[in-house]
């Protein structure tokens, strides 16, 4: 699969979810393994991007041989929750646009900077199912069309041990802030 591949699945995982059980809701880490989808990747959470710059410390136990997929910082948009944006340009144009409002972005292991890459979903417009009761308080639920853009961290499977992950990002002129810092042990 593409990396855009990966970060749609990432979607669909979150929004697979409800909220009481979701990892970008959960604050200590007791939900990091809800429905995992795959035994190649393992997927992270951030927080749901807000004004506060207070992020969740999450412990969480992750599979050896896993590569870990998070993102940093993104944006998804759907007709469910924007029924103004009526055509799969409409939904690019949005995302893209929302990315490009990004201010600060940063992430560490073990206090160590590693490489962020801005990624578009692939394909650019995917099909998402959003359950009720959703972490982003979305009305309406059900099947929709979507487009994400962000910038992710994509880590080969680490050796087994302790590792202390802290990422952050903002966008609209630093309004809106994301990230988590996690205290990770591989298995």
């Not at 939900?31 to 393992?42: G, I, K, R």
């Not at 041989?65 to 939904?91: G, M, W």
């Not at 590693?114 to 199912?129: A, K």
């Not at 802290?166 to 042990?185: I, K, Q, T, V």
């Amino acid at each position: 699969m593409t990396y855009g591949q990966w970060t749609a699945n990432w979607w669909q995982w979150v929004f697979s979810l409800p909220a009481r059980v979701n990892p970008i809701t959960d604050k200590t880490g007791k939900y990091a393994d809800a429905n995992q989808p795959s035994d190649n990747v393992w997927f992270l959470a951030g927080k749901f991007a807000a004004e506060d710059k207070e992020f969740p410390k999450r412990k969480c136990r992750v599979p050896s041989k896993r590569s870990i997929l998070f993102p940093v910082i993104n944006c998804e948009a759907n007709q469910l929750e924007y029924p103004h944006l009526k055509t799969e340009r409409d939904l690019i144009n949005y995302v893209s646009n929302d990315e490009d409002s990004i201010v600060h972005k940063e992430c560490f292991i073990n206090g160590e900077a590693v490489p962020i890459t801005r990624v578009r979903s692939d394909p650019p417009v995917f099909p998402l199912t959003i359950v009720k009761d959703n972490f982003a308080g979305i009305k309406s639920s059900g099947s929709t069309m979507a487009a994400a853009d962000g910038y992710w961290v994509f880590l080969k499977p680490l050796p087994k041990g302790r590792y202390a992950i802290r990422f952050a990002g903002a966008c609209e002129a630093g309004r809106l802030n994301s990230g988590a810092d996690y205290d990770l042990e591989v298995e």
